[in-house]
């Protein structure tokens, strides 16, 4: 979901804590071009105040009472709803990995800094995927396998990997783009590097997703790595 340049992002926000959600609010109604307009306390809340106002960005709690902030995710994405950005205060594998394989955009810590908070919303609504520097190294070790020995090592090179069928429906410019978002590149990174418009990379990137049947960037990074095209 693309938010057009002179609209607001419009967010949602989901967290147990109403104090948390007061605070939120307060941050982002006072950036620039950002708009709260929405909250929610729980997974459930959040699904149906989603159906509801159809926000741009879903800033997802991951341990909320009931219906918890992944299996909200999961729900919100696969609607195609919202995008979700999760913040929470746990980085631990199964929390990372549930949001990403629920079809989180991004992954933000609470101890992160009001202006990244912000950005990240922005990026978020414009396409890209986010992730907390904490976990980033995790998440890339897990979409790439283990980190490959020391160079003076006497071992063999590993086996090639094996290609998804599902690149097979993509169209050359679009195995490019596959290959980018595999490498973690942002939209404006994509257009640079293939001297197109964001608006194109935005297109391509959108045909990407449904031809893989995949509900993010993230997910698709996954499929370019594992097919080795990053």
């Known amino acids: 979901m693309t938010v057009p340049g002179d609209q607001p992002v419009r967010v949602l926000l989901a967290d147990d804590h109403a104090a948390i959600r007061a605070g939120l609010r307060m941050l982002l109604d006072a950036a620039d071009g950002v708009e709260v307009v929405a909250e929610a306390a729980d997974g459930d809340a959040a699904i149906t105040n989603a159906r509801a106002v159809r926000p741009d960005v ?14 909200a995710t999961r729900a919100i994405t696969a609607e195609g709803l ?35 908070l912000v950005r990240a919303v922005r990026r978020v609504a ?10 980033t190294r995790r998440v890339l070790a897990r979409l790439g396998g283990a980190p490959p020995p020391p160079s003076d090592a006497d071992v063999p090179d590993p086996a090639p990997r094996e290609a998804d069928p599902r690149l097979d429906g993509l169209t050359p410019r679009e ?11 942002s939209n404006q990174d994509i257009s640079a590097e293939l001297v197109i418009s964001e608006a194109t990379t935005k297109t391509h990137v959108s045909r990407v997703l449904a031809k893989l049947q995949v509900p993010s960037r993230m997910q698709a ?9 990053a």
Do not use: C, I, N
Request: aromatic share 4%; no cysteine; glycine share 12%.
């Open 82 to 116: 919202a995008d979700v950005l999760v913040l929470t205060t746990f980085d631990l594998d199964e929390y990372v990995h549930g949001a990403l394989d629920a079809g989180a955009a991004g992954f933000l810590l609470k101890s992160a800094e009001p202006a990244d």
């Open 221 to 229: 990074a996954v499929v370019a790595r594992q097919s080795g095209l």
């Open 175 to 185: 195995v490019d783009v596959l290959a980018a978002l595999g490498r973690g590149l």
């Open 58 to 71: 879903v800033l997802m709690d991951l341990r909320m009472p009931g219906t918890d902030g992944v299996a």
């Open 126 to 135: 414009a396409g890209d995927g986010v992730l907390a520097p904490e976990v």
